[in-house]
Nanobody, 126 residues
């Protein structure tokens, strides 16, 4: 069991950038999968990006490819989500999630993750 906390959300104009951080405590140092999800009121939760911290393998949902980059800092036990060229449609509450197993090969599925952070709000104005 680990505890996750997200930082870096805020308000930004369209075309701007933000970097989100997911900081883990109770780090087990076992290979695990970390993912970013987002959700807006009245809509389903969407998987944004995922990284397997054992080797850095990553994946992205189509709508953010080329704009978002997921990365890790093993010393700080942190996973980042660099978000560039932000669009109003990126506005959402962003959540970090993790599990000790391999990343789900079928996609970024929230039902496969064990631990969740409290979320950080991202608002993009046009």
């Amino acid at each position: 069991l680990i505890q996750l906390a997200e930082f870096g959300g805020g308000s930004v104009q369209a075309g701007g950038s933000l970097r989100l951080s997911c900081i883990a405590s109770g780090y087990t140092r076992s290979r695990r999968c970390v993912a970013w999800f987002r959700q807006v009121p009245g809509k389903a939760r969407e998987g944004v990006s995922m990284i397997y911290t054992g080797d850095g393998t990553s994946s992205y949902t189509d709508s953010v490819k080329g704009r978002f980059t997921i990365s890790q800092d093993d010393v700080e036990n942190t996973v980042f989500l660099q978000m560039n060229s932000l669009k109003p449609e990126d506005t959402a509450m962003y959540y970090c999630a993790a599990r000790v197993m391999f990343c789900p090969p079928a996609g970024i599925d929230g039902g496969q993750f064990d631990d969740w952070g409290q979320g950080t709000q991202v608002t993009v104005s046009s």
